[in-house]
């Protein structure tokens, strides 16, 4: 039985996330379908993560095995000429039996893109968060630091129960701007429901001056959701990196 690593990009916008659901199109559905077709066979994907409705991905991970002897190559083809033309494999190549795409990744980096500007960037509708206020960006670099690091980010999460260990982390946050455009970057060794969205919309909190950068260590002790910013819209935030 061969096991393969294959990473794709998509589009997240017509879809209700990436994993499989029964009343809805997902990434996971439309992707084992087209699999299937190739290898003359159902199959089953596993995936690297969960991605929300509209979120997108410029890398992601799926492993699946399989007892055809189809050149990856051929695969890769294969597979894209079935595809829809918002989701696309990149590579593919054959890997250990053990390998697992959600449980072998090692890391993962995010991108969130604002388009700040007064005016809607129509080419960019669901692809970045429009942004209209100014931003300062030296004031949000201050509040981001504090994130850097390994904390219990539950203030920084949504959905998450007692059982669910909420620390988690960060290894660089950074922010950059090119022209009207905003990057927000994240990487760590794992995140949580929401948790990236939430950091986002903490920073805009930030930019807002309804919290201080100060205020961000003390958000983190209380443990609390209500204390933290607002969930920054899903369409502006990527699957940019996964490290194995």
């Known amino acids: 039985m061969r096991n393969l690593k294959v990473i794709m990009a998509y589009r ?20 084992e379908k087209c699999v299937s077709r190739v290898l003359n066979t159902p199959t089953e994907i596993i995936g690297c993560s969960r991605t929300d409705t509209g979120v997108h991905a410029r890398e992601y991970c799926f ?7 189809i050149p990856v190559r051929n695969f890769v083809r294969g597979v894209n000429g079935y595809l829809p033309s918002d989701i696309t494999l990149l590579s593919c190549e054959d890997v250990s039996e053990d390998f697992h795409a959600r ?9 969130y893109l604002i388009h ?6 129509p080419f960019a509708e669901d692809l970045q968060y429009h942004y209209r ?14 994130f850097v690091g390994t904390h219990d980010f539950s203030s920084f999460c949504s959905q998450a ?6 620390v988690r982390t960060v290894n660089s946050l950074t922010i950059d701007k090119d022209g009207d455009l905003v990057t927000v970057t994240i ?8 948790m990236v969205r939430i950091i986002v919309g903490t920073l805009l909190w930030v930019n807002e001056g309804k919290i201080k950068p100060e205020d961000i260590p003390e958000i983190m002790k209380k443990s609390d959701r ?13 699957l940019n990196r996964v490290f194995y």
Do not use: P
């Open 133 to 146: 206020r100014k931003m300062d960006l030296e004031l949000m670099r201050r509040a981001a630091e504090y």
């Open 187 to 194: 990487s760590g060794d794992g995140f949580l429901y929401n």
């Open 12 to 31: 997240g916008t017509a879809y209700h996330g990436y994993q499989r659901q029964d009343n809805a199109v997902t990434v996971q559905e439309t992707v």
């Open 161 to 166: 129960s007692e059982k669910t260990n909420t």
């Open 226 to 238: 209500t204390c933290a910013g607002k969930t920054a819209q899903a369409h502006g935030l990527y």
């Open 63 to 69: 492993s699946v095995k399989t007892d055809r002897e």
């Open 116 to 121: 700040n500007s007064e005016c809607r960037n």
């Open 103 to 111: 449980y072998s990744c090692r890391g993962k980096e995010y991108i």
